[in-house]
């Protein structure tokens, strides 16, 4: 069996004439969250792209399970691998219940139907999120964390077993973050799926993640554990800052408690 | 469906007939329910014969159509361009059809509408048909970098449009007088001079646009998510995105070629349809396009009664009550 969900080979990608990335080499775990960070501009959000079909890369091959992605219907890969960009937009209006039934449409036709497996589906995939109870309101009149919820409840009726998602704590508060992100945590753990997401918030990516990726001008600095790879030096060169860095009391992830910027 | 739709779309439907009674009877010579309906089943006398089947049903025909065919593509191009002011008016859409029809009516020099030969006006939607495609091709073209981007399609629309119009314009100074009253009754949208025939060349290509519309209604509501999220539900956005804008296209330029240009129609519509049934485009479309077709229909029978004998292009009417909507939505949305 292969372990790892995401293959990346000699990936180039570039907006108009500008290389974000060139030549990178990345494998993404299965059924570990890895996140993948690094300063503003460094690529991360044109690798997600590139993933997930977004941004056709000059070259280069990204496959998932085994196959590459420019060979598959786009349909098909739509139930092996959800996204969930950074900052989705839904028309006003919109019931959740209505946004969340969407993650089935890879598996409809044009003119069938919600079957009764769909529903199911859409059900279970709110309650996991903790939003039923407001299955039945419009998605603008809830809050930031909830809204997200929702849009996560989306993509996980998707029912696929990777889960990519840009930056999904951006605009909410601490707690929110931390809501969102056990989810997703919870998520990895008791339904097997393959997390990749971008983070900006170092220590929170250091709390969650299985896996961590530092990336800076499109080239993997460090990969590994946590534990492994934070330290000042990768912090040094990924940043450019200086870094104090503790394990936590539990001794399992660590956190940076003060940061300076490196002279 | 839902109750709620269900209610909506027969109260729409009630309301939709009750404008096509109030039609039938108003006009310069008006008729009572019984004298209508009585002509309906084939027992009228010769002059409500004529004023019923032969001017102002076809007319009220071609009125839902059109309400239909513009709120329909109203409803496609708010979705593919994730613009709530989206309409074929404003894209430009319209003005390459008006182009090709302004030039065919003044090479054909003849009499407006009624005594043009029929190949003529067999040609009109084919003109009205090419030349929006032409020019929506031409705004595609122009703002396709690496898939086609909403925001630079729309406004590439707006430019070419208001090129175009200058052009429609500076042709009709050179106009004769006649023509030029002809061109600028037709750019302004009117329904005068309606008869079965014009109905037979639109409708097949009405309908059928409107069921595509409808067959991907599902399309539509992931396609309104924005591209990123349609990607990854596992929609080819660009090729969905060409054939929607095409539907489009076909429905605008259809009403184009027998009712002139008539903004609004395409924006009103699908959002008080919106704000009744909500975004999700199996409700929509068809509230949309009965919404649409009262629009139109009240406001045509105004047109032509209000300052009877003369007639008002039911696209001023359109854009009378269109313009104080079309502001309120941007104070809302803002």
């Given at each position: 069996?292969?372990?790892?969900?995401?293959?990346?080979?000699?990936?180039?990608?570039?907006y108009?004439?500008?290389?974000?990335?060139?030549?990178l080499?990345?494998?993404?775990?299965?059924?570990?969250?890895?996140m993948?960070?690094?300063?503003?501009?460094?690529?991360?959000?044109?690798?997600l792209?590139?993933?997930?079909?977004?941004?056709?890369?000059?070259?280069?091959?990204?496959s998932?399970?085994?196959?590459?992605?420019?060979?598959?219907?786009?349909?098909?890969?739509?139930?092996?691998?959800?996204?969930l960009?950074?900052?989705?937009?839904?028309?006003?209006?919109?019931?959740?219940?209505?946004?969340?039934?969407?993650?089935?449409?890879?598996?409809?036709?044009?003119?069938?139907?919600?079957?009764?497996?769909?529903?199911?589906?859409?059900?279970?995939?709110?309650?996991v999120t903790?939003?039923?109870?407001?299955?039945?309101?419009?998605?603008?009149?809830?809050?930031?964390?909830?809204?997200q919820?929702?849009?996560?409840?989306?993509?996980?009726?998707?029912?696929?077993?990777?889960?990519?998602?840009?930056?999904?704590?951006?605009?909410?508060?601490?707690?929110?973050?931390?809501?969102?992100?056990?989810?997703?945590?919870?998520?990895?753990e008791k339904?097997?799926?393959?997390?990749?997401?971008?983070?900006?918030?170092?220590?929170?990516?250091?709390?969650?993640?299985?896996?961590l990726?530092?990336?800076?001008?499109?080239?993997?600095?460090?990969?590994?554990?946590?534990?492994?790879?934070?330290?000042?030096?990768?912090?040094?060169?990924?940043?450019?800052?200086?870094?104090?860095?503790?394990?936590?009391?539990?001794?399992?992830?660590?956190?940076?408690?003060?940061?300076?910027?490196?002279? | 469906?839902?109750?709620?739709?269900?209610?909506?779309?027969?109260?729409?439907?009630?309301?939709?007939?009750?404008?096509?009674?109030?039609?039938?009877?108003?006009?310069?010579?008006?008729?009572?329910?019984?004298?209508?309906?009585?002509?309906?089943?084939?027992?009228?006398?010769?002059?409500?014969?004529?004023?019923?089947?032969?001017?102002?049903?076809?007319?009220?025909?071609?009125?839902?159509?059109?309400?239909?065919?513009?709120?329909?593509?109203?409803?496609?191009?708010?979705?593919?361009?994730?613009?709530?002011?989206?309409?074929?008016?404003?894209?430009?859409?319209?003005?390459?059809?008006?182009?090709?029809?302004?030039?065919?009516?003044?090479?054909?020099?003849?009499?407006?509408?009624?005594?043009?030969?029929?190949?003529?006006?067999?040609?009109?939607?084919?003109?009205?048909?090419?030349?929006?495609?032409?020019?929506?091709?031409?705004?595609y073209?122009?703002?396709?970098?690496?898939?086609?981007n909403?925001?630079?399609?729309?406004?590439?629309?707006?430019?070419?449009?208001?090129?175009?119009?200058?052009?429609?314009?500076?042709y009709?100074?050179?106009?004769?007088?006649?023509?030029?009253?002809?061109?600028?009754?037709?750019?302004?949208?009117?329904?005068?001079?309606?008869?079965?025939?014009f109905?037979?060349?639109?409708?097949?290509?009405?309908?059928?646009?409107?069921?595509?519309?409808?067959?991907?209604?599902?399309?539509?509501?992931?396609?309104?998510?924005?591209?990123?999220?349609?990607?990854?539900?596992?929609?080819?956005?660009?090729?969905?995105?060409?054939?929607?804008?095409?539907i489009?296209?076909?429905?605008?330029?259809?009403?184009t070629?027998?009712?002139?240009n008539?903004?609004?129609?395409?924006?009103?519509?699908?959002?008080?349809?919106?704000?009744?049934?909500?975004?999700?485009?199996?409700r929509?479309?068809?509230?949309?396009a009965?919404?649409?077709?009262?629009?139109?229909?009240?406001?045509?029978?105004?047109?032509?009664?209000?300052?009877?004998?003369?007639?008002?292009?039911?696209?001023?009417?359109?854009?009378?009550?269109?313009?104080?909507?079309?502001?309120?939505?941007?104070?809302?949305?803002?």
């Amino acid at each position: 069996m292969n372990s790892y969900n995401i293959e990346i080979n000699d990936l180039q990608a570039s907006y108009e004439d500008n290389i974000i990335i060139d030549s990178l080499d990345l494998k993404i775990p299965k059924n570990k969250v890895t996140m993948i960070i690094g300063s503003n501009g460094c690529g991360k959000s044109t690798l997600l792209k590139c993933i997930s079909r977004l941004l056709i890369p000059d070259k280069g091959q990204i496959s998932i399970n085994g196959s590459e992605i420019k060979k598959r219907a786009s349909k098909e890969l739509a139930k092996t691998m959800a996204v969930l960009p950074q900052s989705p937009s839904a028309p006003g209006g919109l019931l959740v219940r209505e946004l969340v039934s969407y993650g089935r449409f890879p598996y409809q036709k044009p003119m069938g139907g919600l079957k009764k497996d769909d529903m199911e589906i859409i059900n279970r995939s709110m309650e996991v999120t903790g939003i039923i109870e407001y299955a039945d309101r419009p998605l603008d009149s809830l809050s930031g964390g909830q809204r997200q919820r929702a849009w996560i409840a989306m993509v996980l009726a998707q029912e696929t077993e990777i889960l990519i998602l840009d930056e999904p704590t951006t605009y909410l508060d601490i707690s929110h973050q931390l809501e969102i992100l056990t989810l997703l945590k919870e998520l990895n753990e008791k339904f097997n799926r393959t997390v990749v997401m971008v983070l900006h918030e170092l220590n929170n990516a250091a709390k969650f993640a299985d896996h961590l990726i530092g990336l800076k001008s499109g080239n993997v600095v460090f990969e590994g554990s946590p534990k492994a790879v934070v330290n000042c030096e990768n912090l040094r060169i990924l940043y450019g800052v200086n870094s104090s860095i503790q394990l936590d009391s539990t001794g399992t992830y660590p956190v940076c408690v003060d940061f300076q910027l490196a002279k | 469906m839902g109750r709620k739709t269900f209610v909506i779309l027969i109260i729409t439907a009630a309301v939709l007939s009750a404008s096509i009674i109030f039609s039938l009877s108003s006009g310069s010579y008006s008729l009572r329910l019984d004298e209508i309906i009585r002509t309906l089943i084939g027992r009228g006398n010769p002059l409500s014969n004529t004023i019923v089947m032969q001017l102002r049903l076809p007319r009220i025909f071609i009125a839902i159509l059109v309400g239909a065919s513009l709120s329909t593509a109203g409803c496609i191009l708010q979705s593919i361009l994730g613009n709530p002011l989206a309409e074929p008016g404003i894209i430009g859409m319209n003005s390459g059809a008006a182009l090709a029809v302004v030039l065919l009516i003044s090479s054909s020099s003849s009499a407006y509408y009624d005594s043009i030969g029929i190949y003529t006006m067999m040609l009109l939607p084919i003109a009205s048909i090419a030349g929006s495609f032409l020019v929506t091709a031409l705004i595609y073209v122009l703002s396709v970098k690496k898939g086609a981007n909403p925001a630079r399609l729309t406004l590439t629309g707006v430019g070419i449009s208001a090129g175009i119009n200058a052009f429609i314009a500076l042709y009709q100074l050179t106009m004769s007088k006649g023509d030029y009253n002809r061109a600028l009754t037709w750019i302004s949208g009117s329904l005068w001079g309606s008869n079965w025939l014009f109905f037979g060349i639109i409708a097949p290509a009405a309908a059928v646009s409107i069921g595509f519309a409808m067959y991907n209604s599902k399309l539509l509501d992931v396609i309104r998510l924005g591209r990123e999220t349609a990607v990854g539900l596992g929609v080819d956005v660009d090729k969905k995105q060409k054939s929607l804008l095409g539907i489009a296209l076909v429905l605008s330029a259809a009403s184009t070629a027998v009712a002139g240009n008539i903004s609004f129609l395409g924006l009103m519509g699908p959002h008080i349809a919106n704000r009744l049934v909500g975004p999700v485009h199996i409700r929509k479309i068809p509230v949309a396009a009965g919404i649409s077709s009262v629009l139109i229909l009240l406001a045509d029978t105004a047109s032509r009664t209000m300052f009877s004998p003369l007639e008002v292009p039911v696209g001023i009417t359109v854009s009378i009550l269109g313009v104080p909507y079309f502001i309120y939505l941007m104070l809302k949305e803002a």
